[in-house]
């Protein structure tokens, strides 16, 4: 330590740092734009407004998956307890059931799958993985048999309950629209990012993600927290499931299956470890973007939906080995060579007289200006050739040395063969 | 003892903002057993690795058998004749003993197509039989103690037609007689010239066992002397760089009037706790003396709630406590350091603030969040206090050194404002900065009214620290000494004396 060698170290990890949370962002960004200029009338307020339209349900239940996989558990029932919570709902509806108590009514099924899975996880102590394949499956039968394998419709604008549709669109009487629900979306994600950064729960779930035994050792109620962690999952499956009825109106029974492993997806792109203990509620969203991005981008290149499921993938397998390339180079150590430290070297005496020529330039002394001038660029260049000069021979030297070491190993491999011939 | 087999020269290895080894030399030869001693960090395993092509060196040259060596990996170093036993034993628990030394080189039949069980047990056995060992080689490895696993670990290795063998503190989770047994396997290895490099904390061993010693600190060697020409005190001025003595603790330190906070009454629970009876005094450091095995670290997880108690009772300043969870034990105002802080101490991917008030967020509530504010203020302080080496509150804790962590864990239970705290094995894998600094900040805790119970493994510290000493074996208590007549042989003699007699009451 305090090795001068290795000084550009706290630089280097604040660039790695950094580039972990520029890197999903810009990829949201870089998509939008290069769908923007190739697509058809991307770059449009409607297609905007398709885009959020797009994240929502996959939002909110990805917003839930992501306290989950923090935990290091996995809820594989969000998608088919959010579907069976929005059916229920329209079925409520259907006989009779006021708007409001209908969609309370989507909630508190949601919360109640939630709760299901909670104490299967934390008090029978079920491998998440299982607990929850048994109640996706569990919830999917309910929703068809609740509905009776029929579809659910939620009331259209202008009738009576339609009015639950402005929460998600606004449609102003003049024909424009207002993405209310990208706000509500915001809201909700304002909050969990608050519960997961700055209260017990969201810390209690880092701390059970990244050892659960030590976390039940220094007296945290394990059980307590994991049920909580569910819940919110539960809870936001439900929240997902009226978004969900907003936009799409008409709920089919069979609709639900898939949509946890998109919320998976988007986790992961934003950056949660499936092994607990790592991820933000922000890298969540923009990963739900990144997907929306996709599915309102490829058909404006007149690619089919079935296209956003083959570049999701994708995505989400360059996000991991971008994740896993970044941390083995966090763990790496540059190391200066006499380039390098040259180079530093002559960058201080160009400051130096850089500075020199600012002085000039207000003293207003043109001579001395031109002069500096000139010392400047020869200087520049002979660094310019120094180094690359420098480089070179550290590159030929380090290829020679390589190519010793590997006649050393062909050399000793053989002497290896003989004595085992021996 | 013959030629040099081994010879490493300027060595060095940087990690992230360390150079890990400066300018090391290491030479082993024929038949030697070598040992590698030095603090935590100093660069032991570091070295072996860089040996064994785990770590690629920075720069230096490896020498064996008179070639220029570079290892690429392990694998390859194994096959060349380098082998190495890890500290953490690296075997399928659920495979049998001859599938765990002929993995990847199973023998076949039947054109390859089959395994051939009978020719592996076969093989095994002559290999144990050759080593003297006595393993069962059908038995699932999951089944054997620590002590066997190891052995079939080298007998994996030795299979490999091995010139030199590194065995990373062998002796650590082994109880004195798989020890001696370890040994005379060494020495069997030794007169066969296979070289050994023999990493350890325990300095008596290097005595018993070794020929040279070589001692690192900070990445640099400091010297390689003949063992039988070093005394103990030599190797531990060249470790440290200071005189260390290492004083019994003369009386117990304990008022007479004090009173009891824990009282402990015919806990049972598991296999290892059996009828434990003892008493804590408030302001007492109580020494649980025993070998690897006795029961202590069973009792303590008894107490603190993490294991379920069969039978007996619990009293907490004269009152019966209902411990059924470590949130009890918490409650209570107990707090426990594991012996494996890294599996149930810490979490390793959170940061020093996170790990600190883990036990006590409810003390920093600000309305429905919590106060990161103060918490960062109240990790600081202790921090500072237990003289905690981190860059800052957010570093995580895989980048602290063993001592480092062990502190954020007793800062954990300070922050708690826990009344009992159960160190168990506080200085495993702990500098001996490190140690004395525990050992100061325990007997400034006790000195402020808290109680330790100390489970440890080694008598000097034990003698060094406890007030008084409980001596557990076979799961029950066999032994109790106050410190003025406590001896290294008394207790000794306690801790060995057998299951028939510990089952006999003492």
Known sequence: MGNSNVSTNRMQQFKERGLKYILAPAALIILYVFFGIFGRNYFSYPTLVNIINAAFYIGFIAMGETFIIITGGIDLSVGTVMMASTLIGGVALKHGFPMVPSLILIILVGTAFGTVNGLMVSLLKMPPFIATLGTMMISMGVGSIVSNVQSATFPIRGHEGGWFKSIFLYLSPSGGMIPTGALLLLVVGVICHLMLSSTKLGRYTYAIGSNIEAARLSGVNVKKWQMMVYIISGVLAGIGGISYAAIYTTVLPAQGQGFELYAIAAAVIGGTSLAGGIGTIWGTVIGVFIMSVLATGLPSLNLQAHWQTFFTGIIVIGAVLLDMYRNKKASEVHIDTPADVYKKKESERIAELKRELVKAKSSGNSSRIAELRKQLSVLQGEIRATYSRMKAEEKAAKARIREEERKAERDFEEMLNKKNQE | MGNNILEMKNINKYFTGVHALKDVDFSLLEGEIHALVGENGAGKSTLMKVLVGIYPKDTGMIHYLGHLFNPLNPQYALEAGIGIIHQELNMMDHLTVAQNIFINREPVRGAGLFLDKREQYRMTEELFKRLNMNIDPSELVGNLSVGKQQMVEIAKAVSHRLRVLILDEPTAALTDIEISELFTIMRDLAGRGVGMIHISHRLEEIHQITDRVTVLRDGERVGTKKTSETTR???????????????????????????????????????????????????????????????????????????????????????????????????????????????????????????????????????????SGKISRVTGEYVDMLNIKTPSLDQLLFNLSGGNQQKVVIAKWLIKNSDILIFDEPTRGIDVGAK?????????????????????????????????????????????????????????ERATIGRQAALAGS
Not at chain 2, 442 to 467: C, F, Q, T, W, Y
Request: charged share 25%; glycine share 8%; net charge negative.
């Open chain 2, 233 to 371: 005190q030599d190797i531990i001025n060249m470790m440290v760089g200071r005189v260390i003595y290492e004083q019994p603790k003369a009386r117990s330190m304990v008022p007479p009037d004090s009173p009891v906070v824990l009282r402990v009454d015919k806990l049972n629970a598991g296999k290892l706790v059996r009828d434990v009876s003892f008493e804590l005094r408030k302001g007492e450091i109580l020494g649980f003396s025993g070998l690897i095995g006795a029961g202590r670290t069973e009792t303590a997880r008894a107490i603190f709630g993490a294991d379920e108690i069969q039978s007996g009772t619990i009293e907490i300043n004269g009152v019966p406590a209902r411990i059924n969870s470590p949130q009890d034990a918490v409650q209570n105002g107990i707090g426990y350091l594991s012996e494996d802080r890294k599996r149930y101490g810490l979490a390793v991917n959170l940061n020093v603030k996170d790990n600190s008030v883990m036990a006590s967020y409810d003390q920093f509530p600000k309305g429905i969040f919590v106060d």
């Open chain 2, 436 to 492: 004395s600094e525990i050992y100061t900040l325990m007997n400034e805790l006790a000195r402020e009214g808290k109680s330790i119970i100390m489970i440890s493994s080694e008598l000097p510290e034990v003698l060094r620290m406890s007030d008084r000493i409980i001596v557990m074996c076979e799961g029950r208590i066999t032994g109790e000494f106050n410190i003025e007549e406590a001896t290294q042989e008394a207790i000794m």
